[in-house]
Structure formats: structure tokens, C-alpha cells
């Protein structure tokens, strides 16, 4: 059976002057019903073209040919019943608003048409109310596709962000793989020059070659750099539950001469196991202790590893009694290459904090310094304790 | 009489085939190098062919990976396919750190990989070493004929 509201409707009132057009299906047993939801629909200012429907093939039918902006449902049906049209539309995937146009509707079935996914309910004694309910589905429903969209968007502008930095890894790592093997050359053939010929020219080319000898091999080390630190974003690390503990006591036997040199004592608590990637947890304590080596004071370094809880991560520090960092240099240190101190007062190229916070940030951890009263620096990073869980959060 | 050892370089960067012979040059060993710029070329000399008709096989191979022509992973696969030349062994010798490279290499056959060292002294260590190892510690098998 169908009909046209618009018609029915048109023979007895003038359209509203701003009427709304709306494609609505109704599934409905009763005709005269079916006409009354239409009227209502009509003096609420909508244009209605609805499709009347009382069992499931013409309902699945229906919705293929005519896709409706709402479904009018009501709940008893000699056929089928309402909620069925429910739960297909919804087992479908279907975001179509669906209201439940009942008779009789008790408080148990009205929460149970809710639950299975309708988006409203109105009593046929009540019908008045049946256009701004509509109003109310429709507007929630472009919401739900606008809100759907900006997530959308979002998913893939992070999708390309994610791209464009991948990207970047991979020409970083090709553009510093590739600048290797002409810099060699350079490098090779200045200190070919400098061993050969020193003396024999005259004490300025000495100088001249001296100078580009040791551009060539400061480049050199920066493209060393470079590589490692771009590697940290490649694949290759295998992730598992990382024991810090064996991973200190391997990086402390690895610093052992130069923290013997000057007197250096490191501390620490016993350490979680961390998730990550062994050789770049090493990495991040062999960093920091380094550095709180490096960077020391008149006084031997001593040096403090600590861990403490911070669900779901392990919260380190490695403190020290250093010359410490100045608060307005606090986030500037861990820029690539970033250097607060010359050449000649500390070595090195500004790419060991870098490397630390790129490692952590990959793994969802974080790194910050912080005061630390009297003298020195506070490192602190974060670190996941635990892989991703397995389906319901279980966690070890 | 023991002959002198035989090595041929496979690389396309004159500039190191002059670093390498710096490196050898007179050391006690007197090795013998040989070089050829790609790895057709490198495959004509293994094989004797053409106006390499008179040359000796090599005792070892230090063979770059990127070269014009072949590759050196082509050249390395093409002489451990060849029953005549498969037991000459092949130090890569290549800037290369890339992962993939090394364990290409290994896979395909190589017998060790060297980096090329951005140190002048570095490098000539590693080329000093590398013709003590072969020529010194290493019993090679019979040079084919």
C-alpha cells in the first residue's frame, strides 16, 4: 500500500508557507493512521512524501529504493513488529532516525525501543508532538554527520601528518647516507694533505688545510648524528618488557673510565622493567649519565637514578650535582643540535637530549628537566610499563 | 715460490682505489691490486675474459655495493653461482650502514663487511687489516688457474 501525504494532506489545508520537504517511511498497518502521523507531520510544517509499509519485504525494500530522511515505526504490527524494523535498521548500520509511533507504548518497551537504537518515541494520542520530535532527529543526525566528518578530517590530516613525517625520516636518513660517501673523499684527502705535505708549503697552507681538515671531520660527526638520530624513528627496534636494572648496570660498565677519571658515583633505587626497546633504553641512561659526567662541577659527579610509579608509566630521574641548566634553557636543550656551551669548554654536537626525547616520545613518554635546589639538573621521562594490553585491559 | 698475493678492487671511486693502494703501499706483504671500475668489468676479470685473458684470479675481492652497470650484490651473487669463483672470498668494502645492506650481503655470501671508514687513518687500519687477516692468518684455498 502507499500513498502521498502531500496530497492527502493538500486537499483540506494550505501548505504551510515555509514547509519542509521530508522523505519519511512509515511503517504502519492502519491507513487512517498512517494519514493522521502524515496531517501532523503536515501542520508542523513539513512537506511530507512518505512511503506505508507493513511488513518487513516492502519495509527492506523500501529503504533500498527510497532511502528515507526518518522511519515512523509503529510498534504493533500484525506481521512484524516495530522493534524488528529497529534492530534491522540498526544491524545495518543505518543512522536514520527511527521513532516509535504507538498506540499504547509501556514504560519496559518505550527504554527497550531506546536501548535497540530509536531515537524516540510518540503516543498516537499525542501526535502534536510528532514534528518538532522529527525536528529534533533531524538536526541531531546532521550533527552526528557533521561531528562524523570533522573526525573524519581529522584522521586523515593526522594520517598525512604521519605520512609527511615518515617522509621526512626517510630523506633525512637518505640525504645524510648519501652526503657520506663524497664527505669522505673531502675528508680522507685534506688529512692525506695535512700528513704529506705539512711543512712543505708554506705555514699558512698548513693552517688553510688544517682548518678544512677540520670542517670535514666536525661534518662528518654531525651527519653521524643526523643518521642517529633519524634512525630512531625507523623500524628495526624489537619492543619487550626491558629489566632497567641489567640495562644500567651494563651502561655504568660501558661509562666506567670516564666516571673513574673523576671520581663519579651513580646511585640508584632497584629500577622497573620498562616496554620498549632495549638498546634504546641504554641509550637514554647512557645520554643523561653521560651528560651528567660531562657537564660537572668543581665537586666528583654524583648522580642519582631513581623510578617511581605513575600509572600506567615508570616516572624516572637521573639527578645530578652538575653545573646545571639555566630554567630559560629547560626546553631549548633538547632541540637537535642545540648546544649551550663551546666547542672548547664541553665537546660534542647537541644531539644526545635530542636522541633521548625522540626515543622516549616514541615509545608515549615524555622528558623534561626540572630545578633542582643548590646545584645541578633533574632529568625526568616517563616510560610505558606495560605493552599494549591484550582485549580487556588486563594488565601485569 | 710462494707467490704474491693477488687483490682485486671492485669500486668505481678512483679516489678510493688510490686510498687503498696508499694504504698498501709499502707494506711487507706486496700485494698486488688490481681494479676494475663496475661490476661487468669486475665480472670480465674474474672470468678472464677479453683483455683480461692473461690476468690471475684474485686471492680476495674487496668489492664496493654500489657500483654502475651490476651492483655488487650482483657481482657477489653471479660468483657464488660460478663453481670456478665461489671460493674466492669477498670483503664488501662500502660507506653503506643501511641494515638492509649488510645483511643482504651476508646472505648473498659474503665473507665479512667492511664500512668504509671517514677517517683517513681509520681507513687505512681497516685496509692494513684486511690484507693481514687474508693474506696472513687465513690458510686460502688453491688460487684456480
Do not use: S, T
Given at each position: 500500500m502507499k500513498s502521498t501525504g502531500t496530497a492527502a494532506a493538500a486537499e483540506t489545508e494550505a501548505l504551510p508557507t515555509s514547509a519542509t520537504k521530508l522523505r519519511a517511511l512509515l511503517l504502519e498497518d492502519n491507513p487512517l493512521d498512517a494519514a493522521l502521523v502524515v496531517r501532523a507531520l503536515f501542520k508542523g510544517g513539513f512537506e511530507v512524501a512518505a512511503d506505508v509499509v507493513q511488513d518487513e519485504a516492502a519495509f527492506t525494500k523500501a529503504l533500498r529504493t527510497h532511502p528515507p530522511e526518518v522511519v515512523l515505526a509503529d510498534y504493533n504490527l500484525p506481521s512484524w513488529k516495530g522493534m524488528e524494523a529497529i534492530k534491522l535498521l540498526r544491524a545495518e548500520g543505518s543512522d536514520i532516525p527511527i521513532i516509535v509511533v504507538s498506540g499504547a507504548l509501556g514504560d519496559v518497551a518505550a527504554v527497550e525501543c531506546i536501548r535497540q537504537g530509536a531515537t524516540d518515541y510518540v503516543l498516537k494520542d499525542g501526535l502534536t508532538r510528532l514534528p518538532e520530535v522529527v525536528r529534533r532527529a533531524l538536526r541531531e543526525k546532521k550533527e552526528r554527520n557533521l561531528r562524523r566528518q570533522a573526525e573524519q578530517d581529522l584522521a586523515r590530516k593526522v594520517d598525512e601528518l604521519a605520512r609527511s613525517n615518515a617522509d621526512l625520516e626517510q630523506f633525512a636518513y637518505v640525504a645524510s647516507h648519501d652526503l657520506q660517501e663524497p664527505l669522505r673523499m673531502v675528508t680522507a684527502y685534506t688529512q692525506l694533505l695535512a700528513e704529506r705535505y705539512a711543512g712543505k708549503l708554506d705555514a699558512n697552507a698548513d693552517k688553510y688545510i688544517g682548518y678544512a681538515s677540520e670542517g670535514a671531520q666536525r661534518m662528518q660527526v654531525l651527519i653521524q648524528d643526523l643518521l642517529a638520530f633519524s634512525r630512531v624513528?625507523?623500524?628495526g627496534f624489537t619492543h619487550g618488557n626491558v629489566d632497567c636494572n641489567s640495562v644500567l648496570e651494563e651502561v655504568l660498565t660501558s661509562l666506567a673510565p670516564a666516571m673513574q677519571e673523576c671520581g663519579a658515583v651513580v646511585t640508584h633505587d632497584a629500577l622497573p622493567s620498562v616496554w620498549a626497546d632495549r638498546t634504546q633504553v641504554a641509550q637514554i641512561f647512557q645520554n643523561l649519565i653521560g651528560n651528567a659526567i660531562k657537564f660537572r662541577?668543581?665537586?666528583?659527579p654524583v648522580i642519582a637514578v631513581r623510578a617511581e610509579p605513575a600509572d600506567p608509566c615508570w616516572r624516572f630521574s637521573v639527578s645530578d650535582n652538575g653545573i646545571g641548566i639555566a630554567p630559560e634553557y629547560a626546553e631549548t636543550i633538547?632541540?637537535?643540535?642545540?648546544?649551550?656551551?663551546?666547542r672548547t669548554e664541553y665537546p660534542g654536537n647537541g644531539i644526545g637530549l635530542a636522541i633521548c626525547k625522540k626515543i622516549i616520545e616514541h615509545n608515549g613518554g615524555r622528558i623534561w628537566v626540572e630545578p633542582q635546589a643548590g646545584s645541578g639538573s633533574n632529568f625526568k621521562f616517563t616510560l610505558p610499563?606495560?605493552?599494549?594490553?591484550p582485549a580487556d585491559g588486563a594488565r601485569s | 715460490m710462494k707467490l704474491l698475493p693477488e687483490l682485486l678492487v671492485v669500486d668505481d671511486n678512483p679516489a678510493d682505489v688510490a686510498l687503498v693502494s696508499e694504504a698498501l703501499a709499502g707494506g711487507l706483504r706486496h700485494t698486488k691490486i688490481n681494479s676494475v671500475g663496475d661490476g661487468v668489468e669486475a665480472m670480465a676479470f674474474l672470468n678472464r675474459?677479453?683483455?683480461?685473458?692473461?690476468s690471475l684470479r684474485p686471492d680476495l675481492v674487496l668489492l664496493d655495493?654500489?657500483?654502475?652497470?651490476?651492483?655488487g650484490l650482483a657481482v657477489l651473487a653471479a660468483m657464488k653461482a660460478n663453481p670456478d669463483l665461489r671460493r674466492i672470498p669477498v670483503v664488501i668494502f662500502s660507506t653503506s650502514q643501511l641494515r638492509k645492506d649488510v645483511v643482504r650481503s651476508y646472505e648473498v655470501g659474503a665473507n665479512c663487511y667492511v664500512r668504509k671508514p671517514g677517517n683517513l687513518n681509520e681507513f687505512f687500519a681497516a685496509v692494513k687489516s684486511v690484507e693481514e687477516f687474508w693474506f696472513n692468518f687465513v690458510n686460502l684455498p688453491p688460487r684456480g688457474e
Open positions: 624513528g625507523r623500524n662541577g668543581q665537586e666528583p633538547f632541540v637537535v643540535f642545540q648546544r649551550l656551551h663551546a610499563g606495560h605493552g599494549p594490553d | 675474459r677479453e683483455k683480461y685473458a692473461n655495493l654500489n657500483l654502475p652497470k651490476k651492483d
